[in-house]
């Protein structure tokens, strides 16, 4: 009794060997005919080797209406690996791209133009180290080169490579005085209004000047309000600016090296 149970046993095992081996089998040749068509759909179809425009102009100069039903033409994927297989851009690729942009460029321009206004031996010359604080997208870092200051350091929350480097604007990671020029144009985001002039005053030397671009004031009490922040800069200038058809105003003032009186 005991032989025979023993020998069931062994044949219910070599019938369940056999099912496992049956359903791996059916499993490999599952993914194999899967990688296979895997491989299949990410591979140009023949009848799209001939790169077709807009227009329906291929290659071979000779014009083939496209059936936008039947083929949605090259710029709209089709699966995932159609997208898959687009240009991956570099970071420099991409700032490129981006600084070609109209928009983008509109604003660099507009900066410049309000920096053109600012050049004389005490503010602003090719020869000065500006630094440009919550400088975005760096708009005003671009400008700045572009018109032939050559260092220009630009630093925001958020790094911006390669015009823009992360920095927090209430603790700059810059010596005392190492600057000629700062300017700014990001006050009205500052969760500390305070600190933030304290550390673009500390980083500019004595004699240097320091630059807010700001929303058109309404009184003399708001520019009051602005001025008693900095504590050792006196103020050269309060002027009127449009940029990209805002009104703003420039508050220019120098630094003095010592507190001034209140």
Avoid at 18 to 40: E, G
Avoid at 76 to 89: I, N, Q
Avoid at 94 to 109: P, Y
Wanted: some cysteine.
């Amino acid at each position: 009794m005991a032989k025979r149970e023993m020998e069931m046993e062994k044949n219910v095992e070599r019938l369940l060997n056999r099912v496992s081996l049956f359903f791996a089998t059916i499993a490999t040749l599952a993914l194999l005919h899967l990688f296979s068509r895997s491989s299949l759909y990410c591979s140009p179809p023949p009848a799209r080797l001939a790169r077709i425009d807009r227009r329906g102009t291929h290659r071979d100069g000779g014009h083939h209406p496209r059936n936008p039903t039947s083929d949605p033409g090259p710029f709209f994927p089709r699966s995932s690996c159609d997208a898959a297989s687009r240009e991956v851009l570099t970071p420099d690729k991409r700032f490129a791209k981006l600084r070609s942009s109209g928009a983008w460029r509109r604003r660099a321009d507009a900066f410049a133009a309000l920096f053109a206004t600012l050049r004389s031996p005490g503010i602003l010359s090719n020869s000065s180290h500006v630094l440009c604080v919550s400088a975005g997208a760096g708009h005003e870092v671009a400008a700045l080169q572009e018109s032939g200051v050559s260092d220009v350091t630009g630093v925001d929350l958020v790094d911006f490579h390669p015009l823009v480097r992360r920095a927090d604007p209430h603790n700059l990671p810059f010596f005392d005085e190492v600057f000629d020029l700062g300017f700014s144009a990001g006050l009205a985001g500052a969760l500390f209004p305070a600190r933030f002039v304290y550390e673009m005053e500390r980083t500019v030397r004595r004699g240097g000047a320091l630059v807010l671009a700001m929303d058109r004031w309404s009184s003399a009490q708001e520019v009051d309000g602005i001025r008693a922040l900095f504590k050792i800069s006196s103020l050269l200038e309060v002027k009127n600016a449009t940029m990209l058809g805002s009104e703003m105003t420039l508050l220019i003032m120098k630094k003095m090296g010592k507190k001034q009186a209140s």
